[in-house]
């Protein structure tokens, strides 16, 4: 058949321009013969295969030369249309594109750049896994430049990668889980910088053998707890199996297992506790055992439960911020307002943030660390209820609307008032919240004198916080300003916030002065502070009752408002 077919080249050659034959040839090769990877990288070793559209090759006759630093150790003939070569590329062969010449019994066919040699390669140990199998594989890469948070590993359909950390520029570690119904065989690998791809071909591959695991039930309501049963498929479960519940991000601790009994190699129940905010929608199921683990893909559904609006909080807020710019020393003003009405997490998630201590009793200064920052922990966002498109804070001089808003990072509902001005804000006054109503929510109601409001306005007076105002820690610092009238049903502070000397850490001096219009702090305390630029604050502030809505078992609500200024100033 080969050399009818060369026959029929040669004939078809004659019949052209004279000199051409060559040329010809060449592209009847380049369309008969394909390679396969057809990139390789320096300093590695692999088997290239070699793809044929007629019955071509011939056992025992079939070379291969892939021109200068590429070592064709062997060349395997499976059959007419298949042959397979093991090549050596050396650390130091030309990059680029290079043509190749196949030697067929003798008769030598070019081929006009087929194979690129590049830099760059990787490879990955081990291998291969199984199908319903969770593995952990280090990836080497040779003249790579992998960056943390910038390279991602790409395994293809039905290879989940639960874990990935780039260790150096040329080693990284990934944890895969190869879904049960993945395709089986090779597939290739990808490590993506960007909008670049280097590709391990035939880099892993997926074993038919499947280690799998059935779970059930299959769906779940927010806010249930539910008793599951884990049926496994190959597996080996030790005494102690990790269960952890993911979604498309990774683990989310919406769905916590409460406990759970290992039955046998193949078999466990336990009982999981949903959060009334659990994510909607399908959950992957990871099993962790001894030095074994199972991704279970889709294991069961968390469906939407009806709020409970027998448990609602009211969250308000009315408050004036203030800014002195230091360049011009203008007074930048923000009046804001808002409302939510949220659905307290059940069961709760959430340690309360560090408690700090400050200034007290009145007319008494100090120096105090800043609480540190509570520990991250991963909690679902609550749910929040729809009281209508608006709300308003209706007072005795003024009405507030407040317009629906939902935020499109968590869904969650508010009501927030824009472009307000100080002529919204009516100093000593008692606002009611009045919702619109929502059929599927909040219906409407009316809270009489929730939202209060400072008694009086206030200025800072002296010194002009501007133009890098600078103190000296070793003399006393006062300050004046307007009384802001809050004694005694109010509250009036200041702060002058940096870094301490004594550790390092950030830190204040504060003071619950009586608002009489001045106060001092002295060089004792400004010296507790180090010499850098430091921000200073004040703040009037009111709380109101306790209230709740009528239908709701949370009666403990409480707004308050806040009337604060801040600064910047140098401390020397």
Known sequence: MRARMMGLGLLFVAA???GAADSDAAVAGQSAFSFHPPVVGVGTTLNITLSAAASDFEFGETNIDFGEGLVVDSVTVSDGYNAVAHVTVDPAAELGNRDVTLNISGEEIPLEEPLQVIAESFRIEPASAKMGETVQ???????THWTEGYTWPVFGEDVEILDFDVLSETLAAARIAVHPNAFPGLRDVGMADGPDVLTLYDGLMVDRAVVTAVFEPQEAYQGESVEFTIHGVNTNFGDVVSVEFWDDSGPNADVQPTDSTVLAADEMYGTMQLSNAARIGMRDVLLTYDDESVFIPDAFEVLDAPPDLSNVYVGLAFDVYREIDNETGELLEQVYAQAYFLIPLDPPCGSPPPSGSGPMPYDANGVFPVPP???????PNPETVSAGDFVWFEGPENVVTLTK????ATGQIVYVAHDLTL?????DTMYDLHTQGDPDGIPEVLLVDV???VPADYYLTSPVFANDLTVSRAEDFTYEWTPAQTYPDAIFGTQISGTLVADGEPGFAGSLPWDDGVHTYSSAELSALEGSQVSFGAVSAIEGPYFGLPFSTIQTCQSDSVLSTSATMWLE
């Open 16 to 18: 052209c321009t004279p």
């Open 405 to 408: 808003e939902v935020v499109s």
């Open 373 to 379: 920052e509570a520990e991250p922990e991963d909690c």
């Open 423 to 427: 002529s919204d804000y009516h100093f």
């Open 137 to 143: 594989v280090a990836i080497v890469g040779q003249s």
């Open 451 to 453: 939202q209060p409001t």
